[in-house]
């Protein structure tokens, strides 16, 4: 996050309480592999198998769960003064952004909703990708007055359907247009 961002947020941070506006939930990709990969040592352990086999084949599919569902797993949480990423596994570090100068968002949803124009898919059904990505774009006033554009693009992969009830609270509560730059 850029300083000019950091510096406007720290100014509207000072007397204001943040009010919640909408938070998502985890997603169901990581329960899953929780499960399946308790299921996959019960199923070892009752078939006799020895340690090292089933322990390769666990810590294989965990590692491919996690890659292609479980990636950027986290929630995103709406307040009146910022939008907090807070993700469940500890690889990417949790941050906030500050929502005074956002003029713009647009969004791409991952694989889940294949009639939406939103979705990343190849020919209508293939996914490209399992997360989805937020797109926020800013105008600030450098020191000579003049327009300043940035961009933040934010990947997260929250549970099916509340990036859209997310998108819609964000347009609505904050008048936002929303963009279609894709």
Known sequence: MTSRVMRSYQQQQKGQMDKLLYKTKNPISLYFCAVTSILFVVNAVLNGDNFWGPFIYILAYAIAVYWYLANY????????????????????????IPLTGLVEFDYKKGFYDLASDKSYVVNGFVPKIFYDTLILKYEFRNTKKEIEKQETKIKINTRMFQFDKFAETLKKEFKIKETVSW
């Open 73 to 96: 797993s986290g929630r995103l949480i709406l307040t009146s003064n910022k939008i907090m990423v807070k993700y469940t596994i500890t690889k990417y570090l949790d941050f906030e």
